[in-house]
């Protein structure tokens, strides 16, 4: 048997082995980075549900010369379009030549985990005014009490006049909360399991306590009188609302150092912030694509779920537009197109190492993570990105010198989850996730890092560019 000198043997794995790179020891601007991050808090923080995601999105694509295609009957090479889908998620193009056999395609989502109010919401007990909700998404319900709640969406008047909500943004707003038991009187609650700590029929948020005559429910008719008053609605308008209370945080500079990001829906709008970004400011010879789907986190369901055909529609449109008429060209342009799914990954965290596997996980502040597949158990319900296309990806960001990781989610039967990445699989598209690690997700405060986002704009920009 050969040996080998430790000189030898250091170089060895210097040339060989993997390693680990911590994105803030490498070679960084920290100005760039930071400033990045203020624009990404800003854009968070007016993005808390899907449909004001969709007016921030809509805006910055008006300002870099977008165009509805609705309003163009014609498109030509070089045209730059988007398409809002029932003003809940948005899908773009900046059309190049050869549009079937070079489309490079980013998709995020920008729903993430709320209380939405049940149909019929509002009732009084014990003289107190409350909404009931039913959570969506995954939560720990446990989670969710205690703290203060924003209330955010629309309401749909007889007739079709929508009503905008936003209140808790101002500090001359009210905040709404979930009340939990004392601890004192919490013996019983506390002795039972996670999940049961909290029942999902006690997310009951508390509106209202004035009683304003002597009459029953005289504290919810106050409550169906401000309301009245405030937005011109009845009880009844409550059932066609789309109404979610939402963490009422701010997004905030995290640590003595300002390294991390704590706010809430990170997952899924850091990506979506950054994928935008990149989308507006890359230089590519070959056709851009973006996509913001909601209802990711219900299974990317309905109609502005990623499984809904809307986005063949407006595809179908562009290349229609553009001249092409054959029955299989939108097939064909699935078939050879390039796609990140732009979603985040859980990562190690130091609290919770035991359902991590770390040797295989990502970790917060090591880059940009790839994961080649998500699914559960056997990689059950996983698209499984192949080798090839996974490879090329590697060596976009190789070539880059983007500090990323390669990861799958979790210890094997751990749990699992998934993305939007299957659904475009199953059209045919070369795809494969690949967002940044975040920690505490799902929860009302998700933290994230500044490299790592600063990281994922370089990333996304060289997938633009070079793949
Ligand atoms: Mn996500
Ligand atoms: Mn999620």
């Known amino acids: 048997m050969e040996k080998y000198t ?23 601007n920290i100005n760039k980075i930071f400033n990045f991050a203020e624009l990404y808090k800003e854009f968070l923080k007016n993005s808390k549900v899907e449909r004001q995601a969709v007016k921030e999105i809509i805006k910055k694509l ?12 014609k498109l030509n090479i070089g045209d730059k379009v988007y398409f809002i889908n029932n003003k809940k998620a948005v899908y773009a193009l900046e059309i190049k030549e050869d549009i079937l056999n070079n489309i490079n395609l980013l998709g995020s989502h920008i729903d993430s985990p709320r209380l939405d109010l049940k149909v019929r919401p509002l009732y009084e007990e014990l003289d107190l005014a409350l909404l009931k909700t039913q959570y969506y998404g995954g939560i720990k319900k446990y989670q969710w009490t205690a703290i203060p709640l924003s209330l955010v969406g629309v309401i749909t008047k007889r007739g079709g006049e929508i009503i905008e909500v936003n209140i808790g943004d101002k500090d001359s707003d009210p905040i709404f909360t979930i009340t939990d038991i004392l601890p004192h009187l919490g013996r019983e609650q506390i002795s039972k399991p996670g999940n049961k700590l909290i029942d999902g029929e006690q997310l009951n948020v508390l509106v209202g306590s004035q009683k304003i005559g002597d009459i029953n429910g005289a504290v919810k008719l106050n409550i169906l009188n401000i309301l009245n008053k405030k937005y011109g609605i009845r009880e009844q308008d409550l059932s066609a609302s789309e109404l979610s209370f939402v963490p009422n945080f701010k997004p905030r500079d995290l640590g003595f150092d300002c390294s991390m990001v704590a706010g809430y829906g990170q997952d899924d709008k850091v990506c979506a912030f950054v994928s935008l970004c990149a989308f507006l400011s890359a230089n590519s010879t070959k056709t851009k694509g973006i996509i913001f789907a909601d209802k990711e986190e219900i299974g990317s369901y309905g109609n502005t779920g990623m499984q809904s055909e809307l986005f063949d529609t407006f595809l179908g449109e562009v290349i229609t537009k553009l001249g092409y008429t054959g029955i299989n060209d939108l097939r064909t342009l699935y078939k050879n197109m390039n796609m990140l799914s732009a979603d985040v990954d859980g990562s ?11 040797k295989n996980n990502s970790k917060m502040g090591y880059g940009v993570v790839i994961t080649k597949y998500t699914g559960s158990g056997g990689k059950y319900s996983a698209s499984d ?83």
């Open 62 to 73: 008006d300002e870099n010369g977008f165009r509805n295609i609705n309003d163009l009957e």
């Open 348 to 358: 190690i965290e130091p609290n919770f190492k035991s359902p991590f596997d770390e």
């Open 6 to 28: 430790k000189e030898e043997l250091e170089k060895m794995n210097e040339n060989l082995a993997n390693k680990e790179v911590n994105g803030w020891d490498t070679d960084i």
């Open 385 to 467: 990105a192949n080798s090839e296309y996974v490879r090329k990806v590697m060596d976009v960001f190789d070539d880059n010198n983007i500090v990323y990781q390669v990861s799958s989610l979790g210890k094997v039967d751990a749990g699992g989850g998934g993305t939007i990445a299957y659904i475009l699989a199953n059209k045919g598209v070369n795809v494969v996730d690949c967002g940044i690690a975040v920690m505490s997700m799902h929860a009302p405060l998700e933290v994230s890092s500044k490299f790592d986002i600063y990281e994922m704009y370089k990333a996304y920009t060289a997938f633009y560019e070079n793949m």
